[in-house]
């Protein structure tokens, strides 16, 4: 059974960092994408960024280019968030979630596997 479980959210003032951490367990799969997601309240779910378990490759989106970053350590088991220069309008349900047979994945509709999410505030 696919697990993902996040953690490592919390409250921290604009201009400060957060890490959070996706523990992924039960993947017998040999392609496959690992991205993280937010909602924040009354809006859509929306991709944050994404890695790749074949080649490594990585996919942010515009608004955290330059101040996120996507890592991995044992494969894609465990897959970090690193996010620095917060802002307010990072606030957000932070999820992570994993997409069956694609290399690098950005739709909602391409993820198969979600997490229970994982609060993020910055206050200004």
């Known amino acids: 059974e696919v697990q993902l479980v996040e953690s490592g959210g919390g409250l921290v003032q604009a201009g400060g960092s957060l890490r959070l951490s996706c523990a992924a367990s039960?993947?017998?799969?040999?392609?496959?994408?690992i991205g993280w997601f937010r909602q924040a309240p009354g809006k859509e779910r929306e991709g944050v960024s994404c890695i790749s378990s074949t080649d490594g490759s990585t996919y942010y989106a515009d608004s955290v280019k330059g101040r996120f970053t996507i890592s991995s350590d044992n494969g894609l088991n465990t897959v970090i968030l690193q996010m620095n220069s917060l802002k307010p309008e990072d606030t957000a349900i932070y999820f992570c979630?994993?997409?069956?047979?694609?290399?690098?994945?950005?739709?909602?509709?391409?993820?198969?596997?979600w997490g229970q999410g994982t609060q993020v505030t910055v206050s200004s």
């Open positions: 979630a994993a997409s069956i047979g694609n290399t690098i994945a950005t739709m909602l509709h391409e993820y198969d596997y």
């Open positions: 039960g993947f017998t799969f040999d392609n496959y994408a």
